[in-house]
């Protein structure tokens, strides 16, 4: 079954490291996209990417780093220098023009 | 920049109860996603509308859209405790990307 994949579902961090979050998708999707939830902030973006080897910043990139080698694969990096890490991260990601998301299961990260 | 916001934030309803949400954008919409979030887990898409006045239905869940184009609704009919949980609305902007609102907490009293 064609789908988005997220690990792990829960990662625990300690301050000054860096970590990484996998996103798959096998649908053959153009554009993939995280994005970042706090209780009562709703979703805000991180990073997207429309094609392989280009992405663009979203309102709350500083602190977090991506890649897209591969179609299929939109890893996201949570570095040191963001200030408050801990929160559910979403991936999703969606053909190109006027469709909706196809979302992940999240991963839940936790600054220790 | 174009805003969502949806009310209300938090909803409490005796199960069998209808109710609504609503959402209201600060622009016209051109794409409008209802979505669906069990506490903890990803977002279920439930419904896209694009016309003024579009109205669709998917089991006892009803999605509208207004003629302006600037609000819809989420209606749900006798409401059961499988609809529990937070219900977004998310929409297109030129970017290729959706923002969305804040959420509205559904919980279902037995």
């Known amino acids: 079954d064609g789908g988005i994949t997220q690990s792990p579902k829960y990662l625990f961090r300690k301050e000054g490291q860096n970590v990484t979050l996998s996103c798959e998708q096998n649908l053959n999707h153009d554009a993939m996209y995280w994005y970042r939830q706090d209780p009562g902030q709703g979703l805000r973006l991180i990073y997207y990417s429309q094609i392989v080897n280009d992405f663009q910043k979203g309102d709350i990139a500083e602190g977090y780093s991506v890649s897209r080698e591969k179609k299929e694969s939109f890893p996201l990096t949570v570095t040191s220098a963001q200030k408050n890490p801990t929160a559910f991260y979403l991936c999703?990601?969606?053909?190109?023009?006027?469709?909706?998301?196809?979302f992940g299961s999240g991963t839940r990260l936790t600054v220790v | 920049s174009q805003e969502l916001e949806q009310s209300p934030q938090s909803l409490i309803v005796q199960e069998g109860k209808n109710l609504t949400i609503n959402c209201t954008s600060s622009k016209t919409l051109y794409g409008l996603y209802w979505y669906k979030q069990k506490y903890g887990e990803g977002l279920i898409f439930l419904m896209m509308l694009q016309k003024g006045g579009e109205e669709k239905s998917h089991e006892k869940i009803t999605a509208k859209l207004d003629e302006k184009k600037q609000q819809s609704s989420l209606h749900i009919t006798a409401s059961q405790p499988s609809h529990a949980g937070i219900y977004l609305c998310g929409a297109d902007t030129i970017y290729d990307k959706i923002i969305f609102g804040k959420g509205t907490r559904l919980h279902i009293l037995p």
């Open positions: 999703a990601s969606r053909l190109a023009g006027n469709f909706g998301y196809t």
